[in-house]
């Protein structure tokens, strides 16, 4: 969008107001709003001031202001404002250097896209997230001192088939069963139909959505690929969009990876390819499952780099609740053709060139995009500079193998604290071209730390079952 076409379009629909939105480091969209008189030609150039000290991740109080300057082709309908409102993604801008900002996750996101081009083997990187979620109709939950509890409830939740309240509760879905029967099991059909009419209006291309496993409104609504920074913009605004459909319907949404216990998480699925002049370079028609070299190397440096890359892919503490054996959780660092129980699998739906990809399974969708998506690429990069072999792919179940056979199997970490660990052991591979700076990783790391502490401090429930009469 031109800012001849922007200003054409507040005339037309009347519009007064503008939406500001940039990402803080955990992955969260923050806003401020403004007149649509403030959007002039000093704007695109200088920014609006904010305060960066009150962002996640970003700056001390003696050094907070900071300035935003948003991206005119970010430019779309607001799709959850009951005023007609024009929303902008922005980038965050240093006041004093007048640089891009280091922590701003938007700015990683371009860097990585630069980085990948300075290889002169590649151009273009392009992303496919499955971000999956649950729509729930009831959540509550506290802790203080003296108590703790949360509680979780869904029509389709299979332990209200007992209910005599309200509602039928005949159709409720089994464990596991969730993917994907029709109505009346599905209760959520129309409201993903206007989650994705939603999306489609600001642009953003959907191939399908639908139920999945778990029972009580587990989801997935799949987005057509895209490049590496426009997918982290669309996947944000992907959330935007589900979490305030959900809202209009008076049920809520999350991306939470481990909700329910029992039942399988929600994780998010990134599929992932390198191109050159037009060209994937994954695709070779005599390679194992049509992959070239290229491709079979960038799988050895996610898999080399896997336990790293999880303090960005897997970055909570609930994360790890997905990422035990048993739940379709891809927690066996090995690859395959097909098989979903590898940590990295190779779709066998097509053998069209330019659908060859690899899928990388371990991370979930509170993973910050813009930072998740750089660390696989700087990964996959850094394998194929190195040409670290993934070794022979696996084809047979990883959860069926002999307790002497999974003893030799290299896994995701079991814990956020030991993603930590690894991600200060193997940070170099993230600083290559600038692309992460120490300073990002030193302030994600204490951010994390102090979320591991949090829950570590706490008691749990469980533990009153476990210990309490002993």
Request: glycine share 8%; proline share 6%; aromatic share 10%.
């Amino acid at each position: 969008m031109t800012k001849e076409q922007l200003a054409q379009l507040i005339k037309d629909r009347n519009i007064r107001i503008v939406d500001l939105k940039f990402v803080d480091l955990p992955g969260l969209w923050q806003h401020f709003t403004v007149p649509v008189a403030e959007v002039d030609d000093n704007i695109w150039i200088h920014g609006l001031g904010f305060d960066g000290s009150s962002i996640r991740g970003f700056q001390k109080i003696e050094e907070s202001d900071m300035l935003i300057v948003p991206d005119i082709n970010t430019a779309v309908l607001d799709p959850a404002t009951e005023q007609t409102t024009i929303s902008l993604v922005c980038d965050i801008v240093d006041p004093i250097t007048k640089k891009p900002y280091s922590r701003d996750p938007r700015a990683i996101a371009k860097k990585a896209e630069a980085y990948l081009k300075s290889t002169g083997q590649f151009d273009t990187s392009y992303w496919g997230p499955e971000a999956e979620f649950f729509i729930f109709d009831d959540v509550r939950f506290d802790q203080n001192a003296h108590s703790g509890y949360y509680f979780i409830d869904s029509v389709e939740g299979a332990w209200n088939s007992g209910n005599g309240e309200g509602t039928n509760a005949g159709y409720t879905i089994p464990h596991k069963q969730g993917y994907f029967p029709v109505a009346p099991y599905d209760t959520l059909m129309d409201i993903r139909t206007e989650m994705v009419l939603a999306m489609k209006d600001v642009g953003i291309d959907v191939e399908a959505h639908h139920h999945e496993v778990a029972t009580a409104g587990q989801c997935e609504i799949d987005m057509r690929f895209d490049t590496l920074t426009k997918m982290a913009d669309k996947l944000l605004m992907y959330k935007y969009i589900v979490k305030n459909v959900a809202r209009r319907h008076g049920k809520v949404a999350t991306f939470m990876p481990k909700p329910l216990f029992g039942d399988n998480g929600s994780g998010m699925h990134c599929h992932q390819s390198l191109w050159k002049d037009g060209q994937n370079t994954f695709y070779d028609a005599k390679g194992y499952a049509l992959t070239s070299e290229t491709c079979r190397y960038y799988i050895g440096g996610l898999l080399s780099h896997a336990r790293a890359l999880m303090a960005f892919c897997a970055p909570t503490t609930n994360s790890y609740k997905r990422l035990v054996p048993g739940y379709e959780a891809p927690v066996n660092l090995v690859y395959s053709a097909r098989n979903r129980s590898a940590a990295c699998r190779i779709p066998m739906i097509s053998d069209n060139p330019k659908a060859k990809r690899i899928e990388f399974r371990p991370p979930d969708p509170l993973a910050n995009p813009y930072l998740a998506f750089p660390a696989m690429l700087m990964a996959g990069l850094d394998g194929i500079e190195n040409k670290l072999d993934p070794g022979a792919p696996l084809e047979r179940n990883t959860y069926e193998l002999s307790a002497e056979e999974a003893a030799q199997m290299r896994t995701v970490p079991g814990s956020l604290a030991e993603s930590v660990q690894a991600l200060e052991e193997d940070p170099d591979f993230l600083l290559r071209g600038g692309v992460f700076t120490p300073d990002v990783i030193e302030t994600w790391i204490g951010l994390q730390k102090e979320a591991i502490d949090a829950v570590r401090l706490r008691p749990h429930p469980h533990e009153f079952a476990l210990y309490f009469g002993a």
